[in-house]
């Protein structure tokens, strides 16, 4: 480990520092003290590089005690619980599984013709695949039922409302390391992996009852990556649906080789193609952003860029386009 090791990491958390200020003042505050912190800084640098971020380092902090209330605590619970610590990062990744997501994808699927085959890549434990099984308040306009996963949209630009919600015949997700709705450590990963902050009481209730909705009826989660698993999610498509390639969240994961390859694979298939990406991500859909995240997602179809959304999906701002309702 040197110097440039430990100054490289702090920078890294400072930055991080910015992007965190309203969503999690704690962790924004956790993080400053990480990038002046020696116990933490060269317990990350005997990390892989891959394992050094902020949002995992917390998330197994909260995974196995808690949210540290504030630097002192961090860098004790650091000094520790070393082991265990280390342990659960290595074994873990940020999966974040957001279902409010949904809300942003809906008013494209339920324009599709149904009925929908969805192939989620990078799915995390699949609770994007269930956006006809979700009730949702666009504006107070309710679609779908009202005593489940509630996710409400702020929407502008005329966004098409849909009236119902879409068929949807089989589900089907790929990711590199799928978790199950059904097993409590990993739900107690996907609950440590949300922000403590003004959002987190809202998200944790939604992400507990769309696990409900998911263990009840599991979707086929395959082990892999997206590119090479592909042909194979295809393969349990429902005959005489639409099959919908989706993905949201995912692609600044993965490498740019391997994004251009998916894009590639994706393109010459007859399916709809629909993705929540970071401006870029997908071909076609904006400048990227600095960071790779961005401030808004865009919400494309078939590389069409449709609408402009918050990126846990919960603002939607529709740019006036109209969906081809059959592939190009
Ligand atoms: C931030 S999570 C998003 C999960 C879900 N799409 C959502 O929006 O709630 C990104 C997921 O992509 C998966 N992932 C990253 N690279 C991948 C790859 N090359 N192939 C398959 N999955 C991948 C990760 O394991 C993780 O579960």
Known sequence: MTEEDLTRIARGYRSFTAGARYSSPLYAELAEHVAGSATVLRFLAALPTGKRQPNLLFAALQFLGGAPVDGAELDRRVAD??????????????????????GALLPVLAQLDAPLTLVEVGASAGLCLYPDRYGYDYDGVRVGPADTVRIAVTTSGGVPVPRRLPTVVARIGVDLNPLDPADPDDRAWLRALVWPGPAAD???????????VAADEPATLLHGD????LPDAL?????????????????????????GRFADAVRDLPVRWLAQEPPGMVPG????????????????????????????????????????????
């Open 226 to 229: 997206l590119v090479d698993r």
């Open 81 to 102: 619980d070393a082991e265990r610590l280390r342990a659960t990062m290595l074994a873990r990744a940020t999966q974040t599984n957001e279902p409010a997501r949904c």
């Open 202 to 212: 809202e998200r944790l209730h939604r992400l507990d009852a769309a696990a409900d």
């Open 235 to 259: 393969g349990f498509a429902a005959p005489g649906s639409t099959v919908v390639v989706m993905h949201t969240a995912v692609l600044p994961y993965v490498p740019e080789e391997v994004r």
């Open 285 to 328: 859909t904006g400048e990227r952003p600095d960071d790779a995240w961005g401030a808004h997602f865009v919400v494309s179809l078939d590389r069409r860029p449709l609408a402009r959304s918050a990126p846990h999906g919960g603002r939607l701002e529709w740019l006036g386009g109209g969906l081809e309702t059959s592939p190009a």
